[in-house]
Nanobody, 124 residues
Framework: QVQLVESGGGLVQAGGSLRLSCAASGRTFKWNVMGWFRQAPGKEREFVAA????????YYADSVKGRFTISRDYSKNTVYLQMNSLKPEDTAVYYCAVTLLNKFAVRRDEYNYWGQGTQVTVSS
C-alpha cells in the first residue's frame, strides 16, 4: 500500500499562487509516475499534471500549461504542484495519485493509489 497525504490548499484571489504538496509513504519500491488531478463540484475528476518519478520529466493538461509546475523531491518522497496565475475555474479539490504504469497516464482508472484531496478555492 501507498499512503498519500496532500497539503497546501486554501483560498486565494484570482491571479494569486498556491503550492500543493503530496507526501508518499508505505510501499518500499517506487511507483513510476505521480500525478495531480482535480475535481470541481458536479464535474468529473480531471487530469492536471504528472511527473516521471525516476527521470523527472513532466506532462500537463492544456488548461494549466504555462501556469502550473509539477516537481518532486526524490529524497522526501514528495511531489509538488506550484500553481500561478490562478483563475476561478481552477477551484476544485486537488488529488495526488500514483500509477505503476510506465507512462504519463491521464485517466483516473490508470492510477493505483490516491490521496484524500485538498481544497483550492480561487475567488474572482
Amino acid at each position: 500500500q501507498v499512503q498519500l497525504v496532500e497539503s497546501g490548499g486554501g483560498l486565494v484571489q484570482a491571479g494569486g499562487s498556491l503550492r500543493l504538496s503530496c507526501a508518499a509513504s508505505g510501499r518500499t519500491f517506487k511507483w513510476n509516475v505521480m500525478g495531480w488531478f482535480r475535481q470541481a463540484p458536479g464535474k468529473e475528476r480531471e487530469f492536471v499534471a504528472a511527473i516521471s518519478w525516476s527521470i523527472g520529466s513532466t506532462y500537463y493538461a492544456d488548461s494549466v500549461k504555462g501556469r502550473f509546475t509539477i516537481s518532486r523531491d526524490y529524497s522526501k518522497n514528495t511531489v509538488y504542484l506550484q500553481m500561478n496565475s490562478l483563475k476561478p475555474e481552477d477551484t476544485a479539490v486537488y488529488y495526488c495519485a500514483v500509477t505503476l504504469l510506465n507512462k504519463f497516464a491521464v485517466r483516473r482508472d490508470e492510477y493505483n493509489y490516491w490521496g484524500q484531496g485538498t481544497q483550492v478555492t480561487v475567488s474572482s
